[in-house]
Each structure stands twice: as structure tokens, then as C-alpha cells.
């Protein structure tokens, strides 16, 4: 059951986001400062810091748990599912709850910063899953191409996403896409 704290904890880190969120499609990443989201929040910066490491964080902050829910997802999967199945039911199940805004897509292609800190976090989120496919008895090798070639596929849903102005249907477009790249030792 979650505490007060923790509730308390991940409602500050929301309106955190949601502060950061405006500043930097009013301002700009690079222009909008640590300072400028903990000031728009009503607290200090050293307060600030004990949410989120940095900047970039208040966009990625919920990646590492994501990450670990995946993986605890792939895990659980029946041990006579396929890897890229595998892969497919939990990252399209991933793909139907998170809510990605366009205006966020944007900022992070537009900002190189924000697109380093993303490939940091998505290294950190494939090593999670390579651990959970060699759990399900894949070698090392091939769980790293599972994860990788997964990873590509979200990627091309979010750019053609992207370049439809959010008009596509993401669903669809990762079933599309996860049968167009279907490896075959993998299915």
C-alpha cells in the first residue's frame, strides 16, 4: 500500500514536470534554468534537486521505473512465448499507457542535450531487458539484438508519429512495425 509520502513525493514531481513542461516550450530547454522550474514550482533549487538529479531528469524521471517494470514484465511472460512476442505484448502494452505528448517529442528531438540523456536512459532500460531475456534463456547475443531491434522499433513508432503530427495511430504503427522487423531465430 503507498503512503502519504510517497504520494506527496510523486505529486510534487508531477507538478515539477508540469512546471518544466511550460517553461521550456515557452522559453526553451537550454534557456529555462533549474532555478526558473523551482522558482515556477514555489521552492528552492536545493529542493528542487531532491526529485530530480537534473534538468533533463523532469522529462525522463520515470524511465528507470518503467524500465524496471518492464523487464519485470518480459520476465513473467509464459516461458513458451517467443522473445519478439515477448517483446511485443509488453512494449505495445507499454506504448497504449504512456501518453506522449507531441510538444515533449519535439523538445527532445530539438534539444541535443535531452537526446543524449534519452540514449543514457534507454542504454540503462535495454541492459534491464537483455537481463530479462537471458532470464528466459536467450544468449547474451541474442537478447542484446532482441532488445536493440525493439528498441528501433519504438523509435520509428515515435518519429512517424512525429512527423504525422500525433494523427497516427501508435498501436497500428507498432504492430506494423514490430512485423516488419520480425527477426526469424527470434520468433
Known sequence: MEGLRDRTRRAVRAELVGRALELFTERGFDETTVDDIARAAGMSKRSFFRYFPT???????????TAEQVAREVSARPPQEGP???LHTVLRDWEARISTQIEVLRLIESTPALRARLLQKRDEARARIVRALTG?????????????AAGAALDTVAREWLRADG?????????????MLRPVFLS
Do not use: H, P, Y
Not at 544468449?139 to 542484446?144: G, I, R
Not at 494523427?167 to 512485423?179: K, V
Open 136 to 148: 528466459r534463456g536467450l544468449s547474451a547475443l541474442e537478447a542484446d539484438l532482441a532488445a536493440v
Open 55 to 65: 534538468k533533463e531528469d523532469v522529462l525522463f524521471g520515470e524511465l528507470e521505473e
Open 84 to 86: 519478439w512476442e515477448c
Open 167 to 179: 494523427s497516427t495511430d501508435r498501436l497500428a504503427l507498432t504492430d506494423q512495425i514490430f512485423a
